[in-house]
């Protein structure tokens, strides 16, 4: 697609379950970045891949969060045993990125986690 | 580290008035400033970017953002304000390569008619 696309776009769950988000970036996008938005809150940096280097993971608030991408493109999102406090908009964005990109990044529309 | 902050929660503004978003940042190196919008159930979009040339940066929409290295400012600015410019705003610092990128607080702007 032309954009970055998250699914799903909205997911209640109860707490202690797990949940899975996903990120299909742009195409030749080598950088790919989670963040989370909480009520009133700012843009909180979770994990960071850059083509094939390791991820940078120093946002995740716990074990609980991990994330993987598969062969360079999609990313899935993956948060255990969900607590009341997970619940916030998890965005994902691409970019170019490597030296003498522009540093733009491109969010997707989010998505939406509700822990009852 | 490298922070950003935005100072206020929220900024009020009468249409075709002038306004100015505020932003201050620390970083160790030379800095790559970034000004994002989100529009209300909307993904976030880029506005412009400084990374290094001429202080002030123009970019969409007919913003405009002056770096001041002297004051670790990077504030986003428009001539007239419109109600469509309502909106959450986020300034965002990345030091060194492009990764990492953080975001402040945001600042949310209100244009009234």
């Known amino acids: 697609g032309a954009g970055v696309s998250q699914s799903p776009s909205n997911k209640v769950t109860e707490k202690g379950k797990d949940v899975e988000l996903r990120c299909d970036p742009i195409s030749g996008h080598t950088a790919l970045y989670w963040y989370r938005q909480s009520l009133g809150q700012g843009l909180e940096f979770l994990i960071y891949?850059?083509?094939?280097?390791?991820?940078?993971k120093s946002g995740l608030p716990s074990d609980r969060f991990s994330a993987e991408r598969t062969g360079g493109s999609v990313s899935t999102l993956t948060i255990q045993r969900t607590q009341q406090e997970d619940s916030a908009v998890y965005l994902c964005?691409?970019?170019?990125?490597?030296?003498?990109?522009?540093?733009?990044?491109?969010f997707g529309e989010g998505s939406r986690l509700t822990v009852l | 580290a490298q922070s950003v902050a935005q100072p206020e929660d929220q900024v009020n503004v009468a249409e075709g008035n002038p306004l100015t978003v505020k932003c201050t940042y620390s970083v160790s190196g030379n800095p790559y400033l970034f000004w994002y919008v989100q529009y209300p159930n909307r993904g976030l979009q880029f506005l412009l970017k400084?990374?290094?040339?001429?202080?002030l940066v123009k970019g969409s929409y007919g913003f405009e953002a002056e770096f001041n290295k002297s004051q670790t400012s990077f504030h986003l600015k428009k001539p007239s304000a419109l109600v469509s410019d309502s909106a959450l705003y986020f300034c965002a610092v990345v030091s060194g390569g492009y990764n990492k990128l953080i975001f402040g607080a945001g600042t949310r702007l209100a244009v009234h008619p």
């Open positions: 400084y990374i290094t040339g001429d202080n």
């Open positions: 891949f850059q083509g094939n280097s390791a991820p940078d």
């Open positions: 964005a691409s970019s170019l990125g490597g030296k003498g990109a522009s540093g733009e990044l491109f």
